[in-house]
């Protein structure tokens, strides 16, 4: 089965911590994206993660992604109440134009 | 401004009375798609299209028809709604080379 996991589903922290996200998929895929949906909103993307070994960093928050293990990381560096959102990794499977999102991550900083 | 655009936003229907929810894109894009977002469920992929003329299945395209009759448009078609398709919907669009979806505000559909 083609699926994509996330860890944790769920993350309450308080500003100015770390802690990483974990994205794992069991699909062939050189390709992983991060997005970012506040409540009631849309999907921002975040990164677009194309090679293995590839590292993108914005603000606090740095994606990276490891092909071979299939797994990608989010990490926040410091968190800050606005980082409040659901986050959700995405891989399209190769060979197709077939996307699988995760579950997202729930993730509320706490003030 | 770069977008993409779905109408309508909010729809309440009952089963059985055919639907279209549009969408379009004003960034050239080659690849259109739709998702249904469900809680717990994350967003599954409905139809994709990599360019005018050519669609493909996703994950769950039960119940659901589109077409691609230009680059721009990209319609999700409901031809007999039933509850269990109670659901957000989102179209999104990329160019091939990046993959990089950029999201449409969303269709929030309840079928009574």
Same mark, same amino acid.
């Given at each position: 089965?083609?699926?994509?996991?996330?860890?944790?589903?769920?993350?309450?922290?308080?500003?100015?911590?770390?802690?990483?996200?974990?994205?794992?998929?069991?699909?062939?895929?050189?390709?992983?994206?991060?997005?970012?949906?506040?409540?009631?909103?849309?999907?921002?993307?975040?990164?677009?993660?194309?090679?293995?070994?590839?590292?993108?960093?914005?603000?606090?928050?740095?994606?990276?992604?490891?092909?071979?293990?299939?797994?990608?990381?989010?990490?926040?560096?410091?968190?800050?109440?606005?980082?409040?959102?659901?986050?959700?990794?995405?891989?399209?499977?190769?060979?197709?134009?077939?996307?699988?999102?995760?579950?997202?991550?729930?993730?509320?900083?706490?003030? | 401004?770069?977008?993409?655009?779905?109408?309508?936003?909010?729809?309440?229907?009952?089963?059985?009375?055919?639907?279209?929810?549009?969408? $379009?894109?004003?960034?050239?894009?080659?690849?259109?798609?739709?998702?249904?977002?469900?809680?717990?469920?994350?967003?599954?992929?409905?139809?994709?299209?990599?360019?005018?003329?050519?669609?493909?299945?996703?994950?769950?395209?039960?119940?659901?028809?589109? $077409?691609?009759?230009?680059?721009?448009?990209?319609?999700?078609?409901?031809?007999?709604?039933?509850?269990?398709?109670?659901?957000?919907?989102?179209?999104? $669009?990329?160019?091939?080379?990046?993959?990089?979806?950029?999201?449409?505000?969303?269709?929030?559909?309840?079928?009574?």
């Amino acid at each position: 089965e083609l699926k994509v996991e996330q860890n944790p589903l769920f993350l309450s922290m308080q500003e100015g911590k770390n802690y990483t996200i974990y994205c794992n998929y069991s699909t062939t895929s050189d390709r992983l994206y991060w997005y970012r949906q506040d409540p009631g909103k849309s999907l921002e993307s975040l990164f677009v993660l194309l090679s293995n070994g590839a590292v993108k960093q914005e603000g606090r928050l740095m994606a990276s992604l490891d092909t071979k293990a299939r797994l990608s990381t989010l990490h926040i560096t410091a968190a800050v109440h606005d980082l409040s959102a659901t986050y959700f990794c995405a891989v399209d499977i190769t060979g197709t134009y077939k996307y699988i999102f995760g579950t997202g991550t729930r993730l509320k900083v706490l003030a | 401004e770069a977008q993409v655009t779905q109408n309508p936003r909010y729809l309440i229907t009952v089963t059985g009375k055919k639907l279209t929810v549009t969408c $379009s894109q004003n960034m050239n894009h080659e690849y259109m798609s739709w998702y249904r977002q469900d809680p717990g469920l994350g967003l599954r992929q409905i139809y994709y299209s990599m360019n005018v003329e050519v669609t493909d299945k996703g994950d769950v395209p039960e119940g659901y028809k589109v $077409s691609r009759k230009e680059k721009r448009n990209f319609p999700l078609i409901l031809e007999s709604p039933s509850p269990n398709q109670t659901s957000l919907y989102f179209c999104a $669009s990329s160019f091939i080379t990046t993959g990089e979806l950029f999201f449409g505000e969303g269709s929030r559909l309840t079928v009574l």
